[in-house]
């Protein structure tokens, strides 16, 4: 019973490459999302889905990509890093049925660019 | 547009009570959600509230004003576990984002 987990938990990479974090959950939510938290700012919502095949943007969505083949999995690809993209990125899942639409994050994936 | 306001830090000694306000401003409100999030760790769910009211759940309790566009969560007796931080969040009807505020910072003294 996994739940929801991320990787990889940590990734340093330099300006410019192309990253991409993993998020997995076993419930079979249909809602999952990808935060990004700074200091500060608490956590800010980058792209978010309904279902698989189905995505849309959030706050702050310039510069990353996502993609929902699958119900489990929702990568967040950084296509061209930069250096305001460190941060610590959490994704999350919510299967909306409950009154109190509930999100369960997973670990989160620190990532820093150089 | 929506925006939260919680205050950055509370510190607070062991056994004490701590109050954490939320005041909000978003169109089509439907509830007011809590979450913790001990350092390094992620958040996890603590409380909800879509009606007026105090709804407890253990030494933690919230509570919300819809007219008042106002809620709180209550810390009670409080331990050196509670020290993290605590982001109020806001739903709204027809949507299943949440909109998650700054964040408060609670340190717990001995």
């Known amino acids: 019973d996994a739940g929801i987990t991320q990787s990889p938990r940590y990734k340093i990479t330099e300006t410019g490459r192309q990253v991409t974090l993993m998020c997995h959950q076993t419930w079979s939510h249909s809602y999952m999302f990808w935060y990004r938290q700074d200091l500060g700012h608490g956590l800010r919502l980058i792209y978010y889905?309904?279902?698989?095949?189905?995505?849309d943007k959030g706050e702050v969505p310039d510069g990353y990509v996502v993609s929902r083949s699958k119900t489990e999995n929702f990568p967040l690809t950084l296509e061209s890093a930069t250096r305001s993209q460190t941060s610590v990125y959490f994704c999350a899942s919510s299967d909306h049925q409950t009154a109190t639409d509930t999100q369960y994050f997973g670990p989160g994936t620190r990532l820093t660019v150089l | 547009g929506q925006s939260l306001e919680q205050p950055s830090e509370v510190t607070a000694v062991e056994g004490a009570i701590v109050q954490i306000n939320c005041t909000y401003q978003t169109s089509g409100f439907y509830g007011l959600s809590w979450y913790q999030q001990h350092d390094g760790g992620a958040p996890t769910f603590l409380s909800y509230?879509?009606?007026?009211g105090l709804e407890e759940t253990g030494r933690f309790s919230s509570f919300l004003s819809r007219s008042d566009s106002y809620g709180y969560l209550l810390l009670q007796e409080l331990q050196m576990k509670d020290s993290a931080s605590y982001f109020c969040a806001v739903s709204r009807a027809n949507d299943y984002k949440l909109s998650f505020g700054a964040g408060t910072t609670v340190t717990v003294r001995a």
């Open positions: 889905s309904a279902a698989a095949d189905i995505t």
């Open positions: 509230n879509a009606l007026d």
